[in-house]
């Protein structure tokens, strides 16, 4: 067998490259149709079905790696269940899906994770990581018109070690994807434009999905909420290692967001 030879690469133009590409890019990233704060399966869902229909989605994510909760499944047992219809976008994706109960099944946490993220990535979302939200753009009528966001590893340094001013990214529509921390919400508050948001409620599975799904969209001028966000905003119960109404929200998310700019 012939030895095989690999092209080889000065460190310099690896290092341009990178730059050159990373800013070219970040260029087309500063206006968008919606931006997402949070790459878990709700938020990668949602942004999916927004750049399938032709919308310019940015995502952002404050951690190195996308997911979310969703690689570890439950107690880091790998495992993840999903309740029916949720079950059938992972199988259009190529994920086995095992159903142990009537209208329950098992998945590989980290296949179906890795799956939902290269079909975001497939239908055109824009992905800023290690990226974090430090506040919102708020104008006309109290209407959210996009992000002020810094490098996550500067913010959770503190100020009183490194102060980097953040900047902006604006957008029509900003989703709240963050689970818990309803993030976007959170901020609202802290400017006095949003009631006090009361968090997630005890564990409650048979209530809590159907909740998140019932509670999905708009909870102020240009903000939605998706997944368990929807939950820590409206103080529903939280659900654990389901994550069907996960997926199931980010999709009525998107449904919601393409009738409100005019693509439905």
Known sequence: M???RITPLREADITRSIAQE???QFDQLIESDVIIIGAGPSGLVCGRELAQAGFKVLIIEQNTHLGGGFWSGGYLMTKAAIA?????????LG???TEVKPGMHIVEAGHACAKLIGAAYDAG???LNLTKV???IVRKENRVEGVVVNWAPVENMGHDLVHVDPIALESKIVVDATGHDAVALQYLNKRGLYKTVPGNGAMWVEKSEQLVLDNTGE???GVYVVGLSVAAVYGTPRMGPA???MLMSGQIGAELIKKKLGKS
Not at 84 to 92: G, I, R
């Open 243 to 245: 994550f069907g109404a």
């Open 22 to 24: 990373f800013y070219k």
């Open 219 to 221: 909870v102020y001028p």
């Open 134 to 136: 430090v506040d919102l």
């Open 125 to 127: 979302v824009k992905v």
């Open 84 to 92: 029916s219809p949720a079950h059938e976008m992972l199988v259009k």
């Open 95 to 97: 994920v086995h899906c």
């Open 2 to 4: 012939n030895k095989q």
